[in-house]
């Protein structure tokens, strides 16, 4: 099977630095795969690389086969979602327009019926015809989450998706992206929060000084020498009744 997300020893440079160092990574149809590491880690770097939006300075990536470098917007766009780290909206447009934009290749009509079945996925229903900067910083997340979501895109990709949500509302997120990988999405994300990537993924990649230095299923990518060497924590995954919990404190040599 042909992998939805392909790197092959792909680098990204920015002036003299190397910011992502020969990265392989291959992400198929099905699999929810979280991206942790410490600020600053590349783990953007290894997203817009992937789909094409960060200039490889070596290497090769690959959307469903197909090199991204020779891949025109809309080819794209209908191969993979993608969800920035950025929140910004420019313009004070209902929520469900904000929503529909996910779905630009699809007639209109069909794009709204998409926009409000993904903000109900979304628990927000009821603020469709609002302006989205009328809503708060975590309303306005999940109609960006919402707008990933109406592409139904066989790659979605999303940057710290859990980022100002409240407890619950990340849950839901993360319950969302396991529905999209059960639909045979593949799903990549980058998270933050350890605890929540393990419990949530098929698999953990850790990202470190631009390296990939694990990747796995959480237990084996999130082991004791991983967490002190590149998150400085002393500590490991434990079983709970809520499933893996991230069990650690700060490590003090």
């Not at 080819?75 to 469900?96: K, T």
């Not at 849950?171 to 393990?198: I, K, N, P, Y």
């Not at 990747?215 to 809520?242: H, W």
């Amino acid at each position: 099977m042909t992998a939805a997300l392909f790197l092959h020893d792909a680098s990204v440079r920015r002036g003299d630095a190397e910011v992502l160092s020969r990265a392989n990574l291959s992400v198929r149809a099905g699999e929810l795969v979280g991206v942790v590491g410490p600020n600053g880690a590349g783990k953007t770097t290894l997203l817009r690389a992937a789909l094409g939006l960060a200039k490889l300075s070596s290497g090769r990536a690959e959307l469903a086969g197909r090199d991204v470098a020779g891949l025109d917007d809309g080819s794209r766009a209908a191969l993979a979602g993608y969800l920035p780290q950025e929140r910004r909206v420019g313009w004070n447009l209902p929520a469900w327009r904000i929503a529909s934009l996910g779905a630009v290749q699809k007639p209109p009509v069909l794009a709204q019926a998409g926009a409000m079945d993904a903000l109900a996925r979304v628990g927000l229903s009821n603020v469709a015809e609002r302006g989205v900067l009328d809503l708060s910083g975590g309303e306005r997340a999940r109609v960006l989450l919402a707008r990933l979501l109406v592409t139904a895109a066989p790659l979605l990709v999303a940057d710290e998706p859990a980022a100002g949500l409240d407890p619950d509302a990340q849950l839901l997120s993360l319950e969302l992206f396991r529905q999209e990988a059960t639909r045979g999405a593949a799903v990549v994300l980058t998270l933050h929060d350890l605890g929540l990537a393990a419990r949530a993924c098929d698999r953990v990649v850790v990202v470190d000084s631009g390296r990939i230095v694990a990747d796995g299923a959480p237990r084996d990518a999130l082991t004791s020498d991983i967490l002190r060497e590149v998150f400085v924590l002393d500590g490991g995954l434990e079983e709970t009744s809520a499933g893996l919990t991230l069990a650690a404190r700060r490590y003090r040599p």
